[in-house]
């Protein structure tokens, strides 16, 4: 069983940057493919970023394409999640997700994903 925990989140002005954390515990996320998730208030979950396993692939929502940047560190178990120009519509709880290890593709479907962390908090002030 993959144990996944945010950190990171917070309270940041418009045009400001923060990065989230997403470590795994229980397995190695090295074997997964891992994506961000976010949902603000009275919204459905939408899809943000996802990367494969070994980091050499990427895609992001159209909303924050060159400004939000994907990574992973495989040896630390940790995906990254750097927000850059943040503005107040970016205002969510932000979930980390990995796919079952079987999988290789990269996906923007939440139901693609089998593991769910407790989400960040990330709030924008304009």
């Known amino acids: 069983q993959v144990q996944l925990a945010e950190s990171g989140g917070g309270l940041v002005q418009a045009g400001t940057s923060l990065r989230l954390s997403c470590a795994a515990s229980?397995?190695?996320?090295?074997?997964?493919?891992m994506a961000w998730f976010r949902q603000a208030p009275g919204k459905e979950r939408e899809f943000v970023t996802a990367?494969?396993?070994?980091?050499?692939?990427?895609n992001y929502a159209d909303s924050v394409k060159a400004r939000f940047t994907i990574s992973r560190d495989n040896s630390k178990n940790t995906v990254y999640l750097q927000m850059n120009s943040l503005q107040p519509e970016d205002t969510a709880v932000y979930y980390c997700?990995?796919?079952?290890?079987?999988?290789?593709?990269?996906?923007?479907?939440?139901?693609?994903?089998?593991?769910w962390g407790q989400g960040t908090q990330v709030t924008v002030s304009s």
């Open positions: 229980g397995g190695t996320s090295s074997s997964r493919v």
């Open positions: 990367i494969n396993k070994s980091g050499g692939a990427t």
């Open positions: 997700a990995a796919r079952s290890s079987f999988h290789s593709l990269p996906s923007d479907r939440s139901d693609s994903y089998a593991y």
